[in-house]
């Protein structure tokens, strides 16, 4: 009786035991799980292997937004610079044109005094001749007393 009396206690032990592991596991498992979740993830962020020098990466983010600077500021000087030569040119050609313009309109104006000189003088004593005369050559109508 005594076997069986340890038999059965043994049978109910090793029934038990699973339970018991079972409810363990429901309470706390939770927490071994997240505990090797972050034993996991420390290995892997903290291996030398796999940590990144972040210090290394801003340096050479540093050096490459320096040399962009410097390219963007070389354009702009190149541009500014195509700018005051174009202006510079265009100043030098509006001199030119403005000095040829007040040459001609000086000539025009100093031909056109020697003609009314030329046409006063051919028609001296007749002014309906003469007014005739300025009509056709300065483009304008003459009114004379007799046609009004």
Not at 8 to 19: A, D, F, H
Not at 116 to 134: C, N, S, T
């Amino acid at each position: 009786m005594l076997k069986l009396n340890l038999n059965k206690s043994l049978t109910s032990l090793i029934n038990t035991v699973p339970k018991i592991i079972n409810e363990l596991f429901k309470k706390i498992g939770i927490y071994i799980v997240t505990i090797l979740v972050g034993i996991a993830f420390g290995f892997f962020l903290f291996n030398k292997k796999n940590v990144v020098d972040y210090e290394n990466v801003v340096q050479k983010l540093r050096e490459s937004h320096k040399k962009e600077l410097d390219e963007i500021q070389k354009v702009r000087e190149e541009e500014r610079k195509k700018y005051e030569e174009n202006e510079k040119k265009y100043k030098e050609k509006m001199e030119i044109i403005e000095k040829e313009y007040n040459e001609t309109k000086r000539a025009f104006e100093e031909q056109k005094v020697l003609e009314v000189k030329k046409i006063v003088k051919a028609y001296d004593g007749k002014p309906d001749k003469l007014a005739e005369r300025f009509s056709k050559v300065m483009g304008f109508k003459v009114v004379l007393p007799e046609d009004l």
